[in-house]
C-alpha cells in the first residue's frame, strides 16, 4: 500500500477554508484516495473519496493532480466543530478482505474563534 | 438505524482478568473489523470477519480473539488483559470490504484500562 505523508497539525480560524495536503508519491495505477475524520472520542467518520482530478460532496472537495502524487482535502468556511483529526489513506480498488485500512498519525486540525 | 454499536463504552480491568468488547451492526454489512487506537497514534487492526463464522488476523492479534456468530454481531475478547492492551478499540463494518475503496462505518470505541 502506499505510505501517505501529512502534516502533524493545522491551525485555522472560523470562516477560513482550509486545504490539507497528503502526499503519496508512490500511488499505484489503482489505488484510490480517501479521507477520514475523527473526532475527539469518536470512531472515524469517512469524508470522501476520489481516484482523479476533483471530487465535491456536501461536506469537502477533494483535489488530485494529474499525476495523483499527492491530495488537497479542502473544508470550506470551517467552524470550530470542524476541529478533528484528518487521515489521508491510499489503497486499490479491490474487493473483499485483501486489503486493509492503514491510518497513520494523520493532520490535527484545530479551528479557533 | 443504529449503524454501529459498542458496549461497554468504558472498562477497567486488573492485569490477568478476561471481558468481552460488544459490536453489532444493523446495515447488513458483511465485513467487520476491531481496531485499537494508541494515545496520539492512527488505528490499528487487530481482527476482521468476512461473514459469519469467518475471522482473520489483521496487524496486531496478539492477545485478542474474535468470534463473528452471526452478520450483525462481532466480539473481541482478551482471555489475559495486559497493560499493553489499555487502548481505545472501535469495532467497524462495511458492505463491500476491509479496503480503503468500501466505506468504514465506525462504532463510537470502548475506553479499556487495564492497571
Known amino acids: 500500500l502506499a505510505k501517505t505523508t501529512q502534516p502533524i497539525s493545522m491551525d485555522s480560524y472560523e470562516g477560513q477554508e482550509v486545504n490539507i495536503t497528503c502526499s503519496h508519491n508512490?500511488?499505484?495505477?489503482?489505488?484510490?484516495i480517501t479521507w477520514y475524520q475523527q473526532f475527539p472520542s469518536q470512531g472515524p467518520r469517512f469524508i470522501i473519496q476520489?481516484?482523479?482530478t476533483k471530487v465535491t460532496n456536501e461536506v469537502a472537495s477533494l483535489f488530485i493532480p494529474a499525476d495523483r502524487k499527492s491530495s488537497t482535502l479542502s473544508l470550506p468556511r470551517v467552524s470550530l466543530s470542524d476541529t478533528a483529526v484528518y487521515y489521508c489513506?491510499?489503497?486499490?480498488?479491490?474487493?473483499?478482505?485483501?486489503?486493509?485500512?492503514?491510518f497513520g498519525t494523520g493532520t490535527l486540525l484545530a479551528v479557533q474563534p | 438505524n443504529a449503524g454501529v454499536t459498542q458496549t461497554p463504552k468504558f472498562q477497567v480491568l486488573k492485569t490477568g482478568q478476561s471481558m468481552t468488547l460488544q459490536c453489532a451492526q444493523d446495515?447488513?454489512?458483511?465485513?467487520m473489523s476491531w481496531y485499537r487506537q494508541d494515545p496520539g497514534m492512527g488505528l490499528r487492526l487487530i481482527h476482521y470477519?468476512?461473514?459469519?463464522?469467518?475471522?482473520d488476523q489483521g496487524e496486531v492479534p496478539n492477545g485478542y480473539n474474535v468470534s463473528r456468530l452471526n452478520k450483525r454481531e462481532f466480539s473481541l475478547r482478551l482471555e489475559s488483559a495486559a497493560p499493553s492492551q489499555t487502548s481505545v478499540y472501535f469495532c467497524?463494518?462495511?458492505?463491500?470490504?476491509?479496503?480503503?475503496?468500501?466505506?468504514?462505518?465506525f462504532g463510537p470505541g470502548t475506553r479499556l484500562t487495564v492497571t
Open positions: 508512490n500511488i499505484a495505477t489503482n489505488d484510490y
Open positions: 489513506l491510499v489503497g486499490p480498488d479491490y474487493g473483499g478482505a485483501t486489503n486493509k485500512l492503514i
Open positions: 446495515m447488513n454489512h458483511e465485513y
Open positions: 476520489g481516484y482523479k
Open positions: 467497524a463494518s462495511s458492505a463491500g470490504g476491509t479496503g480503503v475503496s468500501y466505506e468504514q462505518y
Open positions: 470477519s468476512v461473514g459469519a463464522g469467518i475471522t
